[in-house]
């Protein structure tokens, strides 16, 4: 597994996460038959919970109240992280991107095979932001009150969230 990271300033429309980077594991997973059925029970003992299953949103959103994994089990595509001047990165079956709170991201590669599964940190309920006009300072002040969570998607209580996600 090879572990990417990517720190994303506020780019004036989204927070981004200037102090927590995004994470991409690729090929984290080597995945069994059942694959979302086995990510959502591995996210839930590593205390990843409120877990769906679809693709990814194809328009800018960010959540303010909640870090977010997602966990590739079908197909491939492409995902911008930023805004419009952000960063794009393939994503694709066997690979976890973990996103902080704040960080915009898109899904720019529209594929009916793609599929992923979501997931936030136990305790944190997500919210839906845009990068309308109105929704800051609010959303500033939700994302510098979270919490870390307490474990890795993956690895649960070791693994590279702990060592690149420290305040």
Not at 11 to 23: K, S
Not at 82 to 110: C, M, Q, W, Y
Request: charge should be neutral; hydrophobic fraction near 35%; aromatic fraction near 14%.
């Amino acid at each position: 597994m090879v572990v990417r990271h990517f720190f994303l300033k506020d780019d004036g429309t989204f927070p981004n996460n200037a102090q927590l980077p995004v994470l991409l594991y690729k090929s984290a997973w080597e995945l069994p038959l059942f694959k979302a059925t086995y990510i959502k029970t591995e996210l839930t003992r590593n205390s990843w919970g409120n877990s769906w299953k679809d693709g990814i949103n194809d328009y800018h959103h960010y959540h303010s109240t909640a870090h977010e994994v997602l966990c590739a089990y079908r197909g491939r595509t492409s995902v911008l992280l930023g805004g419009e001047r952000g960063l794009i990165t393939s994503f694709e079956a066997g690979d976890v991107l973990i996103i902080p709170a704040g960080v915009a991201h898109k899904n720019i590669s529209p594929e009916s095979t793609f599929k992923c599964v979501g997931a936030y940190p136990f305790g944190q309920d997500y919210d839906m932001n845009y990068g309308k006009p109105g929704e800051r300072p609010a959303t500033d002040a939700n994302i510098r009150k979270l919490p870390l969570p307490e474990e890795d998607p993956v690895f649960g209580k070791f693994g590279p969230l702990k060592e690149y996600w420290k305040i």
